[in-house]
């Protein structure tokens, strides 16, 4: 046995003095009384629905009716038949993909070209902001009235090459490529932002030294900028395609039918979720809904999650 | 970072462009919101009003509800930003400055659940306000927002700052932990604190999907609500919708314009947490 004197181990009751002690110290009275309330209340708006929504999941549950059966896998076994679902669910994808990716191309784009006017960063900056903190509803209405098809500012820029009316808003597929452009519209300041901060972070010496080098301006991007962008990058992919699966006011505004002509009804998982919740109360079948919307945004975290716990 | 000529003028066009993407659309609105409804429908369609007019903002302020709605929003919006100053300041505070067991995990799963949205669990919360009798009232629209877990992790980002010291004198000197929080913790983060009340109202002003699912009459509506629901049923008035629309971002533009340079700085935080 090696020569080192055990200590005897101190009896419970002793053990727990001392912790409480050690918990009196620290002002446990305190902690509890002011965190207390405030996890509380975390707990009954945050925790408790996320994990009652996989419990509401399971069951055939409607609001005004005394019972709710429980139908385990039911609700999930109709999302397979439910072909107004599949259509939002693709819509949804392909909103967001082509969202996510015009929007972080634009943004990565403006913000290491505005590295090279750094004078006018501030400004511009401003300028690209503008559309952030216009909220949802009044930035749908703004392009709702540009991509108007009789009177709309869009078909007329169009008509002077010769490109008659568009339906923007009444054509399947035109208005997926209209809900991404305000999507685009709206979100890119941000992330021009989130890249400027990223970009100011990286050491000037060690694009002078490549420029000793002889890299050109394209090399110094591939080789410097981008790689060391990288957390920044998966921040943003993570963060602007959570916003963009759970689109919904611009759908809400841009499918309403406008001067008497319908427009197209464009089908998304918030929107399928909202009708079927709170226009039909399918409250059980809409949290089978809520809980793919769920596994989508956690997957997206725990991807994130994943990567920068490797550093 | 780049300084060949070439990239700078393509940086010139390139920003200017996106400049003009993003600014041309909120000025075309407020240029709207001046005009009368013939010039609204004219075609070809003009850019600056002919002849401006207010009556658009007359007729959404004097002859619908829209005051209303203005009225509950701000109600609204000033409720949830108190309240998340409270709950950010005192929770912000506990998890910069006390140990106690399991502060790191319950501190991960606050930050954990920050980017989840509502809409994926907001029929529980609908149907505890449902069963509370609350639905289609004031507390229901401000109960799901009076914590922020980005003002958690800001205020304590912020009272991390505050040395120790100040604190142990403080209580030598015989001061309770309330006191300490209520003196010297809150004015010394207050400027911290602003930028997050500023945020939070910006949130609660901007939203839309929760007082869309709680409230059922108008006499409960909120602006981005209100707007919404206009537009819907009476698109063809499109001077008056104009002007809500201005009306509902002005305060924000304000807001935006008056500290740009804080809420610069506040993203940073956000972005650099990633």
Known sequence: MSGAIATPPLPLSARLAKSWATLKRNH????????????????????????????????????????????????????????????ALINTICFAA???????????????????????????????????????????????????????????????FGIPRLGWLQDPVLILFALVVVSIWKMVGYFIVIFGVGLRAIPEELLEAADLDGATAWQKLRGIVLPLLRPIILFSVV????????????????????????????????GEIYSNGFVYYHMGYAGAQCVVLLLFVMSLLFVQFLAFREK | MFRERSVRIAAWICCGTLALFTVVPVLWIVATSFKTAAEINAWPP???????????????????????????????????TVCIMITSSIAGFVFAKYKFPFRNTIFMILLA??????????????????????????????????????????????????????LEAARIDGASEIWIYLRII?????????????????????????????????????????????????????????????????????????????????????GMKG
């Open chain 1, 28 to 87: 446990i009275g305190f902690v509890i009384c002011a965190l207390g309330p405030v996890l509380l209340l975390f707990g009954l708006i945050r925790l408790y629905p996320i994990a009652e929504t996989f419990r509401l999941s399971f069951y055939d549950y409607h609001i005004t009716r005394r019972s709710s059966p429980f139908v385990g896998l039911g609700n999930y076994a109709y999302l397979f038949e439910d072909s107004p679902f599949h259509d």
């Open chain 1, 98 to 160: 082509f969202a996510v990716v015009g929007t972080l191309l634009l943004a990565l784009a403006a913000a290491v070209l505005l590295r090279s006017i750094e004078k006018a960063a501030p400004v511009l900056e401003m300028l690209f902001y503008i559309p952030v903190v216009t909220p949802w509803v009044p930035a749908s209405v703004i392009w709702k009235w540009i991509f108007d098809p009789t009177y709309g500012a869009l078909n007329y820029a169009l008509s002077f």
């Open chain 1, 239 to 270: 963060t602007c395609t959570i916003i963009n699966i759970n689109v919904f006011a611009p759908v809400y505004v841009l499918t309403a039918s406008s001067q008497g002509a319908p427009a197209y009804d464009f089908k998304v998982l918030v």
């Open chain 2, 46 to 80: 003009t850019f600056l009003p002919g002849a401006p007019t207010l009556e658009n903002f007359t007729e959404i302020l004097f002859h619908t509800d829209f005051p209303r709605y203005i009225f509950n929003t701000i109600l609204v919006s000033a409720a949830s």
């Open chain 2, 113 to 166: 659940s920050a980017t989840i949205p509502l809409e994926a669990y907001m029929i529980p919360v609908y149907v505890m306000v449902f069963k509370v009798h609350m639905l289609n009232t004031y507390a229901a629209l401000i109960f799901p927002i009076t914590i922020m877990t980005f003002g958690v992790f800001f205020m304590r980002q912020v009272i991390m700052g505050i040395p120790d010291e100040l």
């Open chain 2, 186 to 270: 809150l004015n010394l983060s207050k400027s911290g604190l602003m930028a997050i009340g500023v945020f939070a109202f910006t949130q609660a002003w901007a939203n839309f999907m929760w007082p869309l699912v709680v409230v059922s009459t108008g006499d409960m509506y909120t602006t981005e609500l209100g707007l919404a629901v206009y537009q819907r049923a009476f698109f063809t008035e499109y001077g008056p919708i104009a002007a809500g629309a201005v009306i509902s971002i002005l305060p924000m533009m304000i807001v935006f314009v008056a500290l740009r340079r804080h809420i610069m700085a506040g993203i940073a935080t956000s």
